[in-house]
């Protein structure tokens, strides 16, 4: 059974910083893209960024030089760095694992709320 588990939402002042983890089971880690999703309140849910089984990165245009998508194949776990926040960051966070483009395996999502 696949579980993808994220964790480390929560509040951020705007100019903070956060990291957000998913801890993947179930799969081969190593063979799968991970990608992290965003939904917004009254918005459809968007790509954020994605790493490559092999590390190759792609990222939204509106995060690009502030979030970092990274993975460390031994853990099992897909991180985000979330640098200089905004409050347009403001979202349900969701990890996706997919295979060579397949259908993804989806998390449950973690809420990420940038405000002061």
């Known amino acids: 059974q696949v579980q993808l588990v994220e964790s480390g939402g929560g509040l951020v002042q705007p100019g903070g910083s956060l990291r957000l983890s998913c801890a993947a089971s179930?799969?081969?880690?190593?063979?799968?893209?991970m990608g992290w999703y965003r939904r917004a309140p009254g918005k459809q849910r968007e790509l954020v960024a994605r790493?490559?089984?092999?590390?190759?990165?792609n990222y939204a245009d509106s995060v690009k030089g502030r979030f970092t998508i990274s993975r460390d194949n031994a853990k099992n776990t897909v991180y985000l760095k979330m640098n200089s926040p905004k409050p347009e960051d403001t979202a349900v966070y969701y990890c996706?694992?997919?295979?060579?483009?397949?259908?993804?395996?989806w998390g449950r999502g973690t809420q990420v709320t940038v405000s002061s």
């Open positions: 179930g799969i081969i880690f190593s063979t799968y893209a």
């Open positions: 996706s694992a997919d295979y060579y483009g397949s259908s993804p395996y």
């Open positions: 790493i490559t089984n092999l590390g190759a990165t």
